[in-house]
C-alpha cells in the first residue's frame, strides 16, 4: 500500500476541482403489490453473467482450479528456496549480493526459460516506468550461474538476457516436471533515497532494503509465467519460498529482518539483548534501545562489522531494516492458538522510530491492537515470530508491507489516528497479500479492497463509536458517476489516473465488501469471508475464486452483484418516490434510479416510537423493474428510511428519507 494515505487525496482534489454497519439478521420481506411482476419489457439494463476468462476455465478443466472457489484436486504451485547475502556499505549507499537459488518445478510443465524479477532495475535507464524515479543504474549481475553452468548474454546456447525489470534465463536443460534447478546470482545495485516508488531506500540514521534480490517470477497454473513488469504504480506478485539471509552491516546500526534473529547473542550487546528477550514475554511496552545508545546497541564485530542471520519459512518475500541512534520498542502480544494445543500464543511486536518521529511512541500500542484484532477477526492466527514496524520518513509518506515487515511515514503533519489507520492497514496485508497471495499487479483490488475493509473493521474496535466504514464509501461516491472511475476489474496498472487507480483499488472494493455483508447478513458475510483465507492460505486465488467461494458458501448466485460493482462503472441510486397514509395503510412507492441492483433495506418509524424493518429482494429489480410498492397495514407511519445504517453506497441519499 502506497497510496492511500498520501497520493490518493491530492489526486482526488485536483481531479474533483474539474468536475461539476448492517444487522446479523435480514428485514422479513416487504408486502409487495400485484404490480410488482416483471415488466414485459424490461424498464432498465440488467447486469450478465459474470464468465471467466478462457485461460482461468482452462485451469477449473485441468483440476487446478474448481467451480465452487476451492483449489482443485490437481491444484499445484512452485516454490524456492533462497540463501541470501547482503553486505550493506552505509557510506557508500551500496548493496552487494549473493544469492543461491533452488527452484521447485511442481507443475506438470517442462520449463525451457526461467524468469527472475530484477526490481531495482526500474531505477536503471531506459526502463518502462509510469512515473518518476531516481536512475541509479539498477542492478549489475556480475554472475549467473545454473546448474553449475556460468551463462552470459551471448550466443546461442544456455545465455541470459535482461529486460527492464525482468532477467529471462535459457537454461542449459528444461527444467522438467517435478525437478529443481539451482540459480546461483552475483549482484550489487546502489541503494536509491525512495526507491521501487517509494518502497524503500535511506534517510538518516536508516536503511530499508526491499525488492532488493533477484527473485523468481510467478509460474502458476492459470497464466504461466506472470509477464508483467514492475513500473511503479501497481505492486507485486510472488511465490512462497523459505529463506536463509545474512545481512552484513556494520557495528553499531541494528538490523532487523523478515525471519527470525537467530543469533541475537552474537550480534546484540549484553544489556539490549536482555532487554529483547524480555521483551517477548511482556505484556508492556519494554524500550530495547532508547535514541542515543549509539554504538552500545550491538556487539563489536569483527573489522567493525556484524553478520545478522535469518530464517523464514512459507513466505513470498523478505525485507529488512538497519537502524542507528533509534528508537526500539518492543510488546508481545496474543494471537490466539496457533498450534492448536489449546493455549494462547503470541507474537512479538517490534517498532524502531527516530526521536524526530515523536507520534510513533504508540505505534508498537497500536501494532499490538492490530495484529491480535485481525487474527481474531480473520479466525486465523497471525503465523510468524514477529511484526516489526519502521519509521520511515524521509523514504516514504504513506506505508508498504512485507512478510513480518512494515516501513510507514513519520506522520508528523496527521493525526494520531491516522497512524493507527495506517498502522492497521499495513499490519492487514499480512493475511492478504502475505498469506493468500493474489497478483497485485493486475487484481490489486483483491488485497488492497480486503485489507481496506479489514483495517475499517479495526478501527471500529480501537475508535468506538463511529462508522469508520463511511470514510472510504464517502470518498468512492467523490468519484462514482462522475466519468472518472475505472471498473474495479480493470487491470490495475492501467487507470486513468491516480484517483481512478486509488478508488478502484481500495476504497470502492472495500465499501463492496461492506454491501455484501449487508446483503448476505454478518454470520454467511464472515463464514464465506473467512473460507475464502482458509481455502487459499499460501496460495494464489484469482478474482472468481474468491467470488466462487462466496457463492459456494451463501448457496446464492451473486453474478448480478459482481457484475454490477466490479465489472461495471454503475451507481446506485435507490429513492423514496412517494409515501401516501390513509386510515389503517400506508403506500410507500420506492424507485431505482440507478443501474446497480441491490436489495432495498427499509425501516419504517411508526407515531408510537416503533420501528419495523423491511427488505424489497433484488430480484425485483432483476425482474427488469425500477419501481415498487410497498403497503403496511397501518397508517400510522411518520418516517420510512432506505439503508439508515449507510451500508449501500447510495450516490443521492437526500432521497433516501421520507418523513412528516
Avoid at 439494463?45 to 478443466?61: D, G, I
Avoid at 526491499?210 to 510467478?218: D, S
Avoid at 552474537?266 to 535514541?291: I, M, N, Q, T
Amino acid at each position: 500500500m502506497r497510496y492511500r494515505s498520501i497520493l490518493l487525496p491530492a489526486a482526488m482534489a485536483g481531479m474533483l476541482a474539474s468536475c461539476a454497519t448492517s444487522a446479523a439478521e435480514r428485514p422479513s420481506p416487504a408486502t409487495l403489490t400485484p404490480s410488482a411482476a416483471a415488466p414485459a419489457v424490461p424498464e432498465r439494463v440488467l447486469p450478465y453473467p459474470v464468465e471467466a476468462p478462457p485461460w482461468f476455465e482452462r485451469a477449473v478443466q485441468a483440476g487446478t482450479r474448481t467451480m465452487t472457489g476451492r483449489p482443485g484436486p490437481r491444484y499445484w504451485q512452485n516454490d524456492a528456496s533462497y540463501t541470501l547475502e547482503a553486505r550493506i556499505d552505509t557510506a557508500a549507499k551500496r548493496l552487494d549480493g549473493r544469492a543461491r537459488i533452488v527452484y521447485n518445478n511442481n507443475s506438470p510443465d517442462v520449463l525451457q526459460n526461467l524468469h527472475v524479477d530484477l526490481t531495482q532495475n526500474f531505477h536503471a535507464p531506459g526502463v518502462i516506468r509510469f512515473e518518476e524515479a531516481e536512475v541509479t543504474g539498477g542492478v549489475t549481475l556480475s554472475r549467473v550461474v545454473v546448474d553449475g553452468t556460468t551463462l552470459g548474454t551471448d550466443g546461442f546456447g544456455p545465455r541470459y538476457a535482461v529486460r527492464g525489470t525482468r532477467l529471462v534465463i535459457l537454461p542449459p536443460q528444461p527444467v522438467q516436471p517435478n525437478s529443481s534447478v539451482t540459480l546461483e546470482i552475483d549482484w550489487s545495485f546502489t541503494i536509491p533515497k525512495a526507491g521501487a516508488g517509494e518502497r524503500m531506500g535511506w534517510d538518516d540514521g536508516l536503511f530499508y532494503l526491499g525488492y532488493w534480490y533477484p527473485q523468481m517470477a510467478v509460474y502458476d497454473d492459470v497464466i504461466g509465467w506472470h509477464p508483467d513488469p514492475f513500473v511503479g504504480s501497481t505492486e507485486f506478485y510472488a511465490g512462497f519460498a523459505s529463506y536463509d539471509l545474512t545481512v552484513d552491516a556494520p557495528a553499531g546500526w541494528v538490523v532487523m529482518a523478515t525471519g527470525e534473529l537467530t543469533n541475537a547473542a552474537d550480534v546484540l550487546a549484553p544489556a539490549v539483548l536482555e532487554r529483547y528477550e524480555r521483551a517477548k514475554g511482556s505484556d508492556e511496552v519494554v524500550h530495547v534501545l532508547r535514541a542515543g545508545d549509539g554504538a552500545g546497541a550491538t556487539a563489536a564485530g569483527t573489522n567493525g562489522r556484524l553478520r545478522w542471520h535469518f530464517a523464514a519459512d512459507s513466505i513470498r518475500d523478505v525485507a529488512f531494516s538497519l537502524t542507528r541512534d533509534a528508537n526500539w520498542d518492543a510488546v508481545r502480544t496474543p494471537v490466539g492458538d496457533r498450534d492448536g494445543d489449546g493455549t494462547t500464543d503470541y507474537t512479538l511486536i517490534n517498532s524502531f522510530w527516530r526521536s524526530s518521529a515523536p507520534k510513533w511512541s504508540e505505534v508498537a500500542r497500536y501494532s499490538a491492537h492490530a495484529i491480535t484484532f485481525f487474527s481474531e477477526f480473520m479466525d486465523m492466527p497471525y503465523p510468524w515470530p514477529h511484526m516489526t514496524a519502521v519509521e520511515g520518513g524521509g523514504i516514504i509518506g504513506g506505508g508498504m508491507e512485507f512478510p513480518m515487515m512494515t516501513l510507514m511515514g513519520d506522520y508528523n503533519q496527521s493525526s494520531d489516528s491516522a497512524l493507527y489507520y495506517v498502522t492497521a492497514h499495513e499490519l492487514a496485508h499480512m493475511w492478504t497479500p502475505m498469506i493468500v497471495s493474489n497478483d497485485e499487479r493486475r487484481y490489486t483490488w483483491m488485497d488492497e479492497g480486503t485489507t481496506t475493509f479489514n483495517e475499517n473493521s479495526a478501527r471500529n474496535d480501537f475508535f468506538p463509536g463511529r462508522n469508520h466504514y463511511l470514510d472510504d464509501q464517502n470518498t468512492y461516491l467523490q468519484i462514482a458517476g462522475t466519468g472518472f472511475e475505472g471498473e474495479i476489474m480493470r487491470q490495475s496498472a492501467f487507470h486513468y489516473n491516480t484517483a481512478a487507480y486509488g478508488i478502484a483499488s481500495y476504497m470502492k472494493p472495500g465499501s463492496v465488501l461492506v454491501a455484501l455483508r449487508a446483503v448476505l447478513g454478518e454470520d454467511t458475510f464472515m463464514r464465506a469471508y473467512r473460507e475464502y483465507f482458509q481455502r487459499w492460505k499460501y496460495k494464489h486465488p484469482y478474482p472468481w475464486d474468491l467470488w466462487r467461494t462466496f457463492e459456494d458458501v451463501s448457496g446464492q448466485d451473486l453474478d448480478w452483484f459482481w457484475r454490477s460493482w466490479y465489472h461495471e462503472t454503475w451507481t446506485l441510486d435507490q429513492a423514496v418516490a412517494s409515501v401516501t397514509t390513509a386510515t389503517g395503510n400506508t403506500t410507500i412507492v420506492i424507485e431505482d434510479r440507478g443501474r446497480v441492483p441491490m436489495p432495498v433495506l427499509l425501516t419504517i418509524t411508526h407515531g408510537d416510537g416503533r420501528t419495523e424493518q423491511r427488505t424489497v429482494p433484488v430480484d425485483h429489480w432483476l425482474a427488469g423493474n425500477t419501481s415498487v410498492t410497498v403497503t403496511l397495514d397501518s397508517g400510522d407511519v411518520t418516517r420510512v428510511e432506505i439503508d439508515p445504517e449507510r451500508a449501500f453506497p447510495d450516490v443521492d441519499r437526500s432521497n433516501n428519507t421520507w418523513s412528516r
